[in-house]
């Protein structure tokens, strides 16, 4: 992951080796060199000219401390720029209410139903939770099949009902399950489209309506680029969602969705997801990240 963008930042940054300090001449080949390596990343044009433009204004604005030098410097400055690019600091995931009750949405494929068990498994080994989770997709019956063997597999109830057509009623009953069997959080996965679609969009915007979630999750598969950018600002503009799930980080994706998302929609990145393992949920830490793309 992202190794082409951290290879190639590292290049740009030997631009400056043997410069004593910093100058707008000295500099430019640089900064160059760093949009270039985002716009390949999938980082859209204005995205990558905005980032260059402040990393070149603070660099310049820098003064040149004796024990740091130019090229150090333009790492640490980059890196910062990278981790505020993707939110600055760790967004708060809210798990308020009883039961607490999260509602997943996303396109098919993008790894909701994956997420989801990984969620439930998180929330009972890491948070103490006693979670019920609910397949909310009332047009593929592999979907319920699929999270119920990951219920299993990771120790928590199910909800379903494979007769019912209505995903809003499913989703209230749920609720009342919930009650009835002291779970505290619900997390609710709902149906997806190959792409974003009207019957879909509504059908969870009325599950919004009805259960009004402490958190509403887009998930988003990370290897999709540009378009998954695309898609969270549809997905955004219907439900306004709490947070953005990047999945498949143990691909081959080139990093424009993570760096993308938090500026187009204005929502973090809460959750990152790398392979198919029921414990390999992480928490998104920005700074992390952006260290681990310069290495
Ligand atoms: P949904 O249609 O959105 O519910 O997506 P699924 O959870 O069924 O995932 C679609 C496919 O992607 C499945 O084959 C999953 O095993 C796989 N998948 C989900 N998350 C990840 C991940 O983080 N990494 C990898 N490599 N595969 C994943």
């Known amino acids: 992951m992202f190794q082409n963008l951290s290879e190639r930042l590292e290049s740009a940054f030997k631009n400056l080796k043997g410069e004593a300090r910093i100058s707008e001449l000295n500099i430019a080949n640089t900064v160059k ?121 990771i120790g928590v109830d199910i909800y379903a009902e494979r007769e019912n057509k ?24 709902t149906a997806g489209r190959l792409a974003v679609d009207e019957v879909m969009m509504t059908e969870v915007a009325n599950i919004k309506k009805a259960v009004n979630p402490s958190e509403i999750l887009f998930v988003v598969d990370s290897m999709t680029g540009q378009d998954a950018v695309n898609t969270a600002k549809a997905f955004n503009d219907r439900l306004d969602f709490n ?23 204005n929502k973090p990145i809460k959750f990152t997801s790398s392979g198919e393992k029921m414990d390999t949920l992480d928490v998104f830490y920005p700074d992390r990240m952006a260290q681990r793309i310069l290495g």
């Open 33 to 153: 060199d760093i949009r270039r390596a985002l716009i390949d990343a999938d980082v859209n044009y204005k995205i990558a000219k905005e980032f260059t433009d402040k990393v070149k204004e603070k660099a310049l604005g820098e003064k040149v401390l004796n024990a740091i030098s130019p090229g150090q410097l333009m790492v640490k400055i980059v890196q910062d720029e990278l981790a505020e690019l993707m939110g600055g600091k760790e967004a708060e995931f809210n798990i308020t209410g009883n039961p607490a009750i999260i509602l997943i949405a996303g396109l098919q494929g993008s790894g909701k139903t994956t997420f989801t068990g990984k969620l439930a498994n998180y929330l009972k080994t890491k948070k103490g939770k006693s979670p019920l989770v609910v397949a909310a997709d009332i047009y593929r019956p592999a979907a319920i099949d699929q999270l119920t063997v990951l219920a299993e597999q």
């Open 166 to 189: 209505d995903a809003v009623a499913i989703a209230q009953n749920a609720i009342k399950r919930a009650k009835e069997t002291n779970k505290n959080v619900i997390i609710i996965d």
């Open 243 to 265: 947070g953005v799930v990047l999945t498949k980080l143990d691909g081959d994706t080139r990093g424009g969705a993570a760096l993308s998302i938090q500026y187009t929609v």
